[in-house]
Structure formats: structure tokens, C-alpha cells
């Protein structure tokens, strides 16, 4: 399905950034190119609420509770741990403040947004280790926050992504918290940038090519880290015993193949997965409500984040 003429303003206006770019400059431009392109949330909401979560160093995270609309005091609601995107290395709670607010309200659920450190003042496995005890610190506090602990999803997009589908296997290898269900947005899960999407894609789609190889650097210093599986999921040796997997991909998006190969992978390891394809859509989609009304795919698939798998 071809790009809407709106999307296509969109990206010819975009910003074209090389590592020639001050990553402070790149920074503030990426959080108002995104805030620029969500539709801000209509209807009644309830404000977000600051919670501070210590990191496995003790070095303070702010996490951000959003409730969905309509929520009710003294309701056990499900919950969503959530990891914004921005290459390990842009992004922050306020870029991801709206999505935030429209996931809760698609998935009936509490979402926890986690602001974890950024690359490349805190390269991997800091920003999966804030994450992931942010993850843990809100499993044991469930009851205490209003949370279902048998309804604790993951999430996250693109970067974001990458962080909540590794934070997942380290639940799994740990023992960690329980969690009912993962959703990946469009995610970044393989450092070799080796599937086709990349060549259909990797130029004139928003995101290229040269600016992940510059976020895969920065998160990844250590070349040897490339193939650890908790940096670059799609190396992992096994995906079973993962949970229920919602996954949703861009049409237009380089990261395209290399997460729908994740989902097969899934599947066949015996994972219950939901995989779908948001056509005419880029990277970001979540993003980019106020853009094009195709963008609105990302929240209408999210609203079947409880649904029970298929028998």
C-alpha cells in the first residue's frame, strides 16, 4: 500500500540527521519532530501520576503511571511496563506522554512509563537493567498500586521494543516477575540490520539505515555485545517459555522483517502470538496520529492486548 500524501510531506520535512549532529541537538529535535505529530487525547483523563523507582545502582528512576479513562479507585486493572523508543540514546517521558496516555485508554490498563538512562553516557546494560528493575520493583508493589500481578504485560516501541523483549528473557531466565503478555511495537531486535526491509527501506522512509547504525553504536560500544541476546533479542537460542506476544510491524519500516521473523520464531517455539502489519505506515506510526489517520492502526490493534489467544 503506497504512503499517503501526508506522510509524505511529513517525511520530506523531516530533519535529515548524520553524526555530524551534536547528539543534544538531535535530542531536542527528535522529542518536538514527535510531539509535533500526536493528536493530543480528547474526552475526560485522569493526569499522570509520578512514581520514583530505585535503579539496581540506586540511581533514582522516574516512571510516569498513566490510568485509563474512565478508571475507577479500588479497581485491580492490568498493568503495562513501558519502554519508549529513541534508539537506546534520544526519546524521554515527555515525547511518549500522549502515546502513553492513548495506550492506557486502548488497553483499559495502567501504564507505567519508565525513563530509564539514555546512551551513550549509559551504554548497555544500563538502560535494560533500569527497565527491568523498574519491572520488578512494580510486580512486587502490585497490590499497593492497584495492579492485577497476574495481568502484567511489557511493552515498548523500536528501541523500546528491543528493551521490553529482553527484559522478558530475563524474566524467564531469572525467574523474574510474572508477565502475562509482551508488546512490541515495530521493535529494533537485531543488531546485524540483515534482513531485506533494509534495502526497501533503509533510505527515504524516516528512519535510515546510518542513524540506527549510529543508535546500535551508542548502545553497543562493545562490538562483541552484537550477538548477546539480551542486546540483540533475535539471537537468543530459545524463545520458549516467553509470554503471549502481541506484535506489530510497519509496512514502510527497515526494522520490518527482522521483527516479523521474531514473531515466526515465536510462534514456533510455542508462543501464542498476534502478529499484525499496519499498512501504509512508517517508523513511529505511534506518533504520527495528528499525521495520518493510518496511524491509528497502532492503538486500534493495541485494544486487543487482553483478548485470550486464539484456540
Known amino acids: ?6 506522510t509524505q510531506c511529513w517525511l520530506a520535512a523531516a530533519p535529515d540527521f548524520s553524526a555530524a549532529v551534536p547528539l543534544a541537538v538531535m535530542r531536542s529535535a527528535t522529542d518536538a519532530g514527535l510531539i509535533a505529530g500526536q493528536q493530543p487525547v480528547t474526552g475526560e483523563t485522569r493526569p499522570w501520576e509520578a512514581l520514583s523507582i530505585d535503579a539496581q545502582d540506586g540511581w533514582p528512576l522516574a516512571v510516569r503511571m498513566y490510568f485509563p479513562a ?5 479497581l ?6 513501558y519502554a519508549h523508543g529513541g534508539g537506546w540514546c534520544l526519546g ?18 495502567v501504564v507505567f512509563s519508565v525513563g530509564y538512562r539514555l546512551a551513550p553516557e549509559h551504554p548497555f ?44 528473557l530475563l524474566a524467564r531466565d531469572r525467574q523474574g516477575p510474572l508477565i502475562a503478555r509482551q508488546l512490541l511495537l515495530y521493535p529494533a531486535l537485531d543488531a546485524a540490520m540483515r534482513f531485506d ?26 562490538a562483541r555485545e552484537r550477538r548477546n541476546a539480551l542486546a540483540s533479542p533475535s539471537a537468543a537460542a530459545s524463545l ?6 502481541l506484535l506489530l510491524t510497519c509496512e514502510c519500516d527497515p526494522l520490518r522483517d527482522e521483527a516479523e521473523e521474531y514473531a515466526r520464531r515465536l510462534a514456533l517455539e510455542g508462543v501464542n502470538v498476534r502478529l499484525a502489519r499496519l499498512a ?32
Open 1 to 6: 500500500m503506497p504512503l499517503d500524501s501526508a
Open 70 to 74: 474512565g478508571a475507577e479507585d479500588g
Open 76 to 81: 485491580m486493572r492490568p498493568a503495562v511496563v
Open 92 to 109: 524521554g517521558l515527555d515525547a511518549w506522554d500522549i502515546p502513553c496516555q492513548q495506550l492506557a485508554d486502548a488497553t483499559g490498563s
Open 125 to 168: 546494560p544500563v538502560p535494560l537493567s533500569d527497565f527491568y528493575a523498574a519491572l520488578c520493583a512494580i510486580a512486587d508493589r502490585a497490590d499497593a498500586l492497584g495492579i492485577d500481578p497476574q495481568r502484567i504485560a511489557v511493552g515498548g516501541d523500536s528501541a523500546g521494543g528491543n528493551l521490553a523483549a529482553a527484559a522478558c
Open 197 to 222: 526491509s533494509w534495502q526497501q527501506y533503509g533510505e527515504g522512509f524516516g528512519l535510515t539505515r546510518a542513524v540506527m547504525e549510529y543508535c546500535w553504536d551508542r548502545y553497543l560500544p562493545d
Open 240 to 245: 520458549h517459555g516467553l509470554p503471549d506476544t
Open 280 to 311: 501504509g505506515t512508517i517508523h513511529g506510526a505511534m506518533h504520527m496520529t495528528a499525521v495520518t489517520p493510518a496511524a491509528r492502526q497502532v492503538f486500534e490493534h493495541c485494544s486487543r492486548l487482553w483478548d485470550e489467544p486464539a484456540a
